[in-house]
C-alpha cells in the first residue's frame, strides 16, 4: 500500500515523543500544526486522553491540515470523508501521506492516509473549492433553545462527580481549550433512555487568527465530540460503566458557509438508528444568529465488553 520511501521515513521519523494533556488554545494551534518531512508527507504530535487512545478528532484535523499544505490559497475545505482504521497510540507521533488526486478549474481533491508504525490508522478523501457568490441557497432552521449565557458549562455539571464518582469524573473531565455548554443537561450517571437528540453551544476560548482555513481545522477537531454519545442516548438505561466498548468508525463533514470557531456555534445533534453495534449520529452546526455553517455524520462501535 505505501511505496519503500515513506515505509522508510516513517520508520525514521517514530520517535515514541512524549504527550501532554491539551488545556490552552497554543497547545491546539501546536498541535495542529505539522512538520514537513518530504514532499506531501508530514507528521503530528499527539497530547495525553484521558481514554489512552488518540482523539479522533485530532485525527480528523490533522489529515485536513496535511491537504490544506498541498493546495492553492484560494481552495477552502467543502467536504471530508475518513475511515477510522485502528486506534491511534498516543506515545507514537502520526505521519500524513497526501497525494494529489486532482486539481480542476475549481475543485481540488486529495487522498490523506494517518499512518503509525508502518501501518494506515485512518484515510480520507478530501475536497476543496474556490469560493463564489451564487445566489441559490437555502438551508434547515436552528432548533429553538436557549442561548449559552443562561446554561451551565459542561465543567459545571460534572462538578458532582467528584464525590460520587471520582473515577468517571477523571475520565470525563480534563481541561479542554474549547468550552461546551449543553442545552440538555444529561447525568452520566443516570442510566434512564432518552429520545436522541442533543443541543450544545460551543466556541474555542480565546481569539483565533482570522484565517477560514484555521477555523475550518479546529471545527473539523471539534465535531468528533458527541456524536457518539447521542447514539447511546435511546439505550442507556442497558448500559453502565465499563460495559461497552465505544469507537469511532467513519466521519464525513461538509463545511457550508463562512464562520468562526472562537464565537458560539451551537451544535444540533440526533441519531436516527443503532443497531449490529453500531450507532449513527448526524449534527448541523449553526451560528449564533442562526446560519447553518456545517454537517457531520458518523457511525461509531458500541459493542458490549467481553467477558
Same mark, same amino acid.
Given at each position: ?8 521515513? +516513517?520508520?525514521?521519523? +517514530? ?97 490523506? +492516509? ?71 443537561? +444529561? ?121
Amino acid at each position: 500500500m505505501f511505496n519503500k520511501v515513506v515505509i522508510k521515513l +516513517i520508520k525514521s521519523y +517514530i520517535k515514541g515523543l512524549p504527550s501532554a494533556l491539551m488545556e490552552k488554545v497554543s497547545q491546539l494551534l501546536e498541535l495542529l500544526t505539522l512538520e514537513k518531512i518530504e514532499e506531501r508527507i508530514f507528521r503530528g504530535q499527539n497530547y495525553e486522553t484521558p481514554w489512552g487512545r488518540v482523539f479522533g478528532g485530532q485525527v480528523l484535523a490533522q489529515a485536513i491540515q496535511s491537504a490544506i499544505l498541498t493546495v492553492a490559497d484560494d481552495r477552502y475545505l467543502h467536504s471530508m470523508h475518513g475511515y477510522f482504521l485502528r486506534p491511534g497510540d498516543i506515545k507514537v507521533p502520526i505521519v500524513y501521506d497526501v497525494d494529489v488526486l486532482r486539481d480542476g478549474g475549481s475543485f481540488s481533491t486529495r487522498r490523506v +492516509i494517518a499512518i503509525q508504525k508502518g501501518k494506515p490508522i485512518f484515510n480520507m478523501a478530501v475536497s476543496f473549492h474556490s469560493l463564489d457568490d451564487n445566489q441559490l441557497e437555502h438551508q434547515m432552521e436552528m432548533p429553538d433553545v436557549p442561548q449559552p449565557e443562561n446554561l451551565k458549562t459542561s465543567e459545571q455539571l460534572l462538578e458532582h462527580l467528584k464525590k460520587e464518582n471520582p473515577f468517571m469524573y477523571k475520565m470525563l473531565f480534563n481541561p479542554k481549550p474549547i468550552e461546551f455548554r449543553p442545552v440538555e443537561a +444529561i447525568d452520566p450517571l443516570e442510566r434512564t433512555d432518552h429520545k436522541p437528540v442533543r443541543n450544545i453551544w460551543f466556541k474555542v476560548k480565546e481569539q483565533l487568527p482570522d484565517d477560514l482555513k484555521l477555523h475550518q481545522v479546529i471545527l473539523a477537531y471539534i465535531s468528533d465530540y458527541n456524536l457518539m454519545t447521542t447514539a447511546t442516548l435511546p439505550n442507556r438505561s442497558k448500559m453502565s460503566p465499563g460495559s461497552h466498548f465505544f469507537a469511532s468508525l467513519d466521519h464525513a463533514m461538509w463545511f457550508h458557509r463562512d464562520f468562526k470557531a472562537d464565537e458560539w456555534l451551537l451544535y444540533s445533534l440526533d441519531s436516527p438508528s443503532s443497531s449490529n453495534s453500531r450507532g449513527l449520529g448526524r449534527g448541523r452546526i449553526f451560528t449564533k444568529e442562526g446560519v447553518l455553517v456545517a454537517s457531520t455524520i458518523q457511525e461509531g462501535l458500541m459493542a458490549p465488553m467481553r467477558s
